[in-house]
């Protein structure tokens, strides 16, 4: 909890446990080695002290066994620390399907945060216990970095990209939020909370007014109106540009032969920098769209792309590498 | 044991101290000797001004609020520490002082291979620096050492371009000084020193020196690029022009990792050293610390990505890099658990270069075993940018590093200077520093287990406590880092005349007088077996 002195951090998520038996197996293995080092020096230093009427009593070679002993005891427990930490990692880098998706916004010297029902944080995030939670994070100027030591967890929030991460709280109440990564002058004031709260309150929380301004698939939708983007992405056969619907994390090749994921930082891209990456068949005629959405209204955007349902009946080509026609990058003219 | 020759042929009186008087005398020098103590001049006075950068840290972290400097001073002071310390202190503490001085004496040369480069070196150094300490010191610079983009070329007002030219220009002295270093232990090792007689020592310089030679362009072009970027908004690093800040970081470790064992690695030459002259034993395999030297060297080029676990790298590297961080820990622990057993059936003796050779021993374990927490991914992720990583970063630079240097220090000053300090004195401050340190970083450690990031210069209340006992730490190892620097420097003028072999040590550079002639030897020491050969009582033949 915050604002009281302990010598060991609040767990408050399913993974913290976890993080904590493997430090404190460090802490223990750490601490035996430290002393055994620190017994045989001092045992050393007295026992063969010098003294006037003694005759110093070469010692022979090193010994082979004793090396390769001290060589593969230490092996073997680095290894046995490496992949009980990868299989750790490999959990907080795998999100259950069902996760609740946040967005997040780092900038100079604070964290927008909003929810994809609509309502926005700063430098706050609401969350259910028991229920986990995948942030899609990117900076809207310098690195900053997502931390919440109840948490464990830590991710750096990296402008031009989207980087994830996802915990489950399991622990009503409320947590330090730190940006991690050193971001200029108000660096250490880049701080917040993490409000973990019973999940009936937290849906009045979320269905609350304050803050609050239509689901975030609402907002995009009207964005992309008002881009204009429906114009070529309409979704018909022969269109300017590729349809949208269903596209998210489905394979596309492209005009070069390459063939990519459409994820978030692919959307991003195209959106961004249309050229970098056109859909085979279709034209490089869609202009960039810098400047003219924020990093906000860009999450806002791909939510909405998100959730168009996929077309009933999947064309043939649709997931087949190199006749796929579902994609954005190209663009009939701002509309 | 070699066969010794002290020569007084020689006029005994006449050193390479006093050989020659004057300014001119000095900094038109090309005895490797000299430059070793011009080095140390220079890096003396950096190491003073980063200890009072650090002083400041410690004193604003008393309190919560962060009261005592504004945040963008705060920012520039832990830049300034960090910057003065790494490029202007730590890098060229032991190769360009210790090294330059008993390098060529320990392989029985009469100088470096190439002694106006080494002249040259000192001067690059000094340019360097003094452009660095001009941009810290005129307005500052608030990027952190690691000069992280696209901070650092898009968005920092301070003097980053002078900064990272200073340090880029110090790179230059490095590298001269690793092909001095290298080509003189292929070259010029005196009859009979073949590579398995090699001083320890020697084997940490040449492991360095690779370091050196392979990694520092690699800073320097990173710099450059990272100098263009700001200056010229070439789009390199900031994805708002096309660029990749991650790209930088990769660029940035892949030197800067490997710079942390250009920190290390030579304390490690200098503790084989000193353990073994003061338990009167031959090493305990030999081999197996000069190849874990090289060892090191090597695998410390493919680790860097373990500074990245949260960055936005991908899982997938984040295994291998994890992977290969630990391989890097087992020579680590083969060279401590070396000079442990060279403690065995030795005759120990506690005088001050061993008290300052076995507190490393204890900082150092500490340091590389914390390390494994780090190259662990699951604990990483917590500890990552916490006040973790600066302490366990401190027990291996300060308490490795720094240790070993002084230790140094301590063992060669009678050949250095001719001179004795005070035993007594020296000793009490080897323990001083050991306390101090442990104080000040060891809380370091649970303020990171707790979460407190680092480079914060306003914290939760509830992280004060051990704050307030870091920063009393601090100022004991502040006053057992002042210690030396007086005695030391009283040494130098009422100190006792030192012997030419003060410690009884067997390794080339006790065989001739202290101070040593220009020339080093009179006549060229031929060696007939292996290094730390304390079996026999070390005996000197004088030859008329």
Redesign the interface.
Known sequence: M????????EQASTIAG??DA??FF?VA??AF??VL??V??IA??IH???SKD?Q????G??FLA??IT??VI??IL??I??G???????T??TPPDDAMQVYVVGK?WMWKLQHVEGRREINELHIPVGRPVKLLMTSE???H?F?V??F?????A????Y?SMWFQADKVGEY?L????????????MIGRVVVMEPAEFQAWLSGTKGSGGDMVASGQALFEQLGCQSCHQGETGARGPALAGLFNKQVTLADGRTVVADDTYLRESIL?PQAAVVAGYQPIMPTFKGLVSEEGLLELMTYIKSLPAPKTIPADATEPGKTHAMLPVHGGQG | MTETVVHEAHDASVNYLNADYGVRSWLFTKDHKRIGLLYLASITVFFALGGLAALMIRLDLLTPAGDLVRDDTYNKLFTMHGVVMIFLFLIPSIPAVIGNFVLPLMIGARDLAFPRLNLASWYIFNIGALFAAWALLAGGIDTGWTFYTPYSTMSSNSNVLSGAFGAFITGFASILTGVNFIATIHRMRAPGLTWNRLPLFVWAMYATSIIFILGTPVIAITLLLMMIERAFHIGLFDPALGGDPILFQHLFWFYSHPAVYIMILPSMGVISEIITCFSRNRIFGYSFIAASSIAIALIGFLVWGHHMFVSGQSANASLIFSLLSFFVAIPSAIKVFNWTATLYRGSVRLQAPMVYALGFIGLFTIGGLTGLFLSTLATDVHLHDTYFVVAHFHYIMVGGALMGYLGAIHFWWPKMTGRLYNETLAKIAAIIVFVGFNLTFFPQFVLGFLGMPRRYHVYPDEFQVLNVFSTAGASILGIGYLLPVLYLIWSMRYGPKAEANHWGAVGLEWQTSSPPPTENFDHTPVVTSEPYDYREPVEVKKVA
Not at chain 1, 158 to 161: A, L, W
Request: glycine letters at 6%; hydrophobic letters at 50%; charged letters at 15%.
């Open positions: 915050i604002g009281r002195f302990s010598l060991l951090p976890q993080v493997l430090y460090l293995l750490s080695f430290s080092i620190a045989a020096v050393f230093a063969f002290r010098q003694r110093v009593v070469p010692s070679e090193g004793l090396e001290w060589t230490p092996f680095v290894m620390i490496f009980w930490g990868a299989r750790i990692f490999v907080m880098h100079q100027d310098v690195i970095s931390y030591p109840a464990r967890v830590k991710q750096d990296v402008p031009g990209r980087t330090h730190f940006c991690a990564e050193f971001c200029g002058t108000q660096h250490a004031r920098n």
